[in-house]
């Protein structure tokens, strides 16, 4: 799986929702954007509150097999069906809520199921994300959009940033006028491969010697 570019039927849609409330701002604009997406690519949501997670236990480096609970099963298969993972979560204090990390926690127990396979399967497909804040200074979601990009950058996925919107109470994003007008094009936009810090110090200075 390589370049994903353009938006044909090829491509399929994970929406990971990551709220702890249901139709919160972040769904509203997650929708809004996947409203965009041609009708024949495949799309396929899971709310993470209905689907839950036990706290991850690292057994990356102990011996044995360990029970697949139901929820990280259909979890996985979802997260290696899809070309195209989309992380829809609120700002919490800064970052992602503990929902969508634990999530992402369980990536690490994968990376280490033998014959899974899931850095490899992984490499080439986009990371998407969708974030919800109450906060109008954007600047303070860094932290996620960091976090976001390492960890494609780990997995080689490509990374196509993150959509974000002003809200506090549930609807609250719709009045985000800016939010709701770039929800229209988010997924027509480049997700290029994601670099980690130091790599794309060495392009930019490969490209500066050219
Ligand atoms: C636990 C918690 C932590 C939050 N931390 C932040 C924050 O750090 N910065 C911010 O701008 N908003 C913060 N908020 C506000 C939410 O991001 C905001 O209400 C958002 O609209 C929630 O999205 P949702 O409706 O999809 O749940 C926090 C809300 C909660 C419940």
């Known amino acids: 799986m390589t370049n994903h570019s353009p938006l044909t039927a090829d491509r399929s849609f994970l929406f990971v929702l990551g709220s702890s409330r249901a139709d919160g701002n ?88 033998p014959g899974l396979d899931f850095k490899k399967r992984m490499a080439g497909r986009t990371l998407w994300a969708v974030t919800a804040m109450a906060e109008e200074d954007e600047a303070v979601a860094d932290g996620l959009v960091t976090t976001l990009n390492n960890t494609a950058a780990y997995l080689r996925m490509r990374f196509g940033g993150v959509l974000l919107g002003n809200g506090s109470r549930p609807g609250q994003v719709r009045g985000d006028a800016r939010a709701m007008a770039r929800a229209e094009t988010y997924f027509a936009g480049e997700a290029r491969p994601a670099l980690f810090p130091a790599e794309a110090r060495a392009e930019r200075a490969v490209g500066s010697l050219v």
């Open 26 to 113: 972040t769904e509203i604009l997650a929708r809004a954007a996947a409203e965009a997406l041609p009708a024949d690519v495949p799309q396929r949501w899971i709310d993470l509150n209905g689907l839950p997670l036990p706290d991850f236990q690292d057994g990356r480096h102990e011996d044995g097999d360990r029970p697949l609970p139901e929820s990280e099963r259909t979890l996985r298969e979802a997260t290696l069906e899809a070309t195209d993972i989309v992380i829809a979560s609120p700002l919490y204090w800064y970052t992602l809520s503990a929902h969508t990390k634990r999530y992402l926690d369980y990536w690490s127990g994968w990376l280490g199921v």
